[in-house]
């Protein structure tokens, strides 16, 4: 079996020119990839440090109702008397 392959340089140049054409392309969808996630990524993180800086914290937190469960968790607390425990440091 005698197999004749013609290879012109035409098809040659067509050959190059795709494979150059579709590294081309998987090199610009890398750069993207990457300037999306390490690059803008990183840039909307530190404006949502920024923007939760400027919020002071408990603004929203309304205090009756946060002094009122502490005081019901105090209260369900076990009071203890430790006076009676030998202490093993003395």
């Known amino acids: 079996m005698d197999l004749k392959i013609k290879i012109s340089t035409k098809k ?3 050959i190059l020119y795709l ?14 990839n990457f300037s999306r996630k390490y690059i803008y990524g990183s840039i909307v ?12 914290p408990g603004s929203d937190l309304d205090m ?10 105090e209260n369900k607390q076990q009071k203890r008397n430790t006076d009676n425990i030998k202490n093993v440091f003395n």
């Not at 494979?19 to 993207?32: K, M, P, R, Y």
């Not at 993180?45 to 002071?56: A, E, G, H, P, R």
Request: net charge negative.
């Open 12 to 14: 040659i140049f067509n």
């Open 19 to 32: 494979f150059i054409l579709i590294i081309n392309i998987i090199a610009l969808l890398w750069i993207f």
């Open 45 to 56: 993180v530190d404006q949502n440090f920024l923007q939760s800086q400027t919020i002071k």
């Open 64 to 73: 009756e109702k946060f002094n009122e469960i502490v005081q019901g968790i």
